[in-house]
């Protein structure tokens, strides 16, 4: 069936929908970046224990944490404990020097091609609102998210599959569910399209479904669609529900080759790490998130970690025992991920994105655990108009606090709209009376990072 065709029988209303279904964006200046992929480590990965090396916790380990006068230490679910060193060592690693903790060993044969945050800093010590912060630029539900404003400022590039798809831990979904790949306040047809790791339903119709049953189905909803228009025509979800339904029948054709992994070679799925028990499940993900962007996605989310006490990167009780699975579930894979879009030339356009929501503190909690900390965490850039092997920002002595060029979500933000041709300054919706921005009235283009 055509585009065309769906459109007219799923309600008349293909002048309206072609609004938001054929709009394809004009940047505001030449883009370095076509597609996205982001990766979330969901729960506040440590930046001492993967990325930020300190010899203060090493030669203080055991000692009362003492970052000198004036300062009133504090933590958000517990008493400060005792100074804690990382559970494995920290290494050098490639041309540039970064440093990269041992859990980490394929992502540090990568170090030289990635532009790392050192010294980005939340608002926030609380999972909820810094995983809005880092994903919608606001503390409260409600906004958009990345993905929904790069979708609505530039369209598709295919017809075929969702523009945003968001690939949740089978574990469970993130801190705020769903909120974190909202539309928000822009048309739904914009928030993200969750596929979870089993099997996607009804992609195929109903056995003893005929043809002329599909047509009389669709007549049926053409016609509570156009009654529903007549009564608020100014609401977007209708619209949603339209395009909802025609990625549905699209997807019945395209879903099926996207997803299927089998059709890679098992040399390649083994780079992924598909097929061995840390692993697996991730690696598909990531697999799944080339192939996406391959086809036209144009931004996939790709998450590690569910919300809740476990199986994720809130290392309360101890660094030592919940830190190394979750690195050895994801190390192989993005290293897997990062050496399969380069060899086939998809870095060149294609920006990979590591984030958190915040990082964790340098004295113990539970043993040898970490509690949050809003004051400083790691972020890394790959790909398209970034400069490899540098860091931008410091925190201080003990990873506690950004210290130097301190990086906001609001910078984070621009540096990626700016990549993908966008000015974080003219990107913005009139709501509420205001004109709103991802930014909010904040932001500055990371030009360090960029070459």
Partial sequence: MRRREFLLQAGGLGWVAARWLYAEGTTHHMPRVRRVIQLFMNGGASQADLFDYK??????????????????????????????????????????????????????????????????????NVHGPASYLMNTGFLLPGFPCLGAWVSYALGRITDELPT????????????????????????????????????????????????????????LLGDLNRRHAERDAADSRLLGRIEAYELAAKMQLAAPEAFDLSRETRGLQRMYGIGEPPTDDFGRRCLTAR????????????????????????????????????????????????????VRGLLDDTLVLWNTEFGRMPFAQGGDGRDHNGGTFVGWMVGAGIKGGVAYGESDEWSWKAQKDVTTNYDFHATVLHLLGLDHERLSVRHDGANRRLTDVHGHVIKAVLR
Avoid at 72 to 98: D, F
Avoid at 166 to 185: E, I
Avoid at 307 to 329: F, I, Q
């Fill in 55 to 124: 010899t203060k916790l090493i030669e203080k380990a055991g000692q009362t944490f003492d970052p000198g006068e004036g300062y009133r230490i504090e933590a958000p679910t517990s008493v400060p404990g005792k100074v804690v060193a990382p559970p494995v060592r920290l290494r050098q690693q490639g041309q540039c020097g970064r440093w990269i903790s041992d859990l980490l060993p394929n992502l540090a044969k990568h170090v030289d091609t990635m532009a790392f945050l050192m010294a980005m800093k939340s608002r926030t």
């Fill in 291 to 342: 192939r996406l962007i391959e086809r036209g996605v144009r931004f996939v989310q790709v998450w590690s970690g569910a919300g809740g006490p476990s199986n994720n990167w809130d290392n309360h009780n101890s660094m030592s025992k919940e830190l190394p699975p979750m690195c050895a579930s994801t190390d192989r894979p993005i290293a897997g991920l990062l050496t399969d879009l380069k």
């Fill in 164 to 219: 945003f798809v968001v690939l949740p831990d089978p574990r469970g979904l993130p801190y705020n569910g769903q909120g974190n790949f909202s539309s928000g306040y822009l048309p739904v047809t914009h928030q993200g399209t969750v596929i979870n790791g089993a099997k996607i339903p009804f992609l195929s119709s109903p056995s003893g479904t005929t043809a002329q049953a599909d047509r009389d189905g669709l007549t």
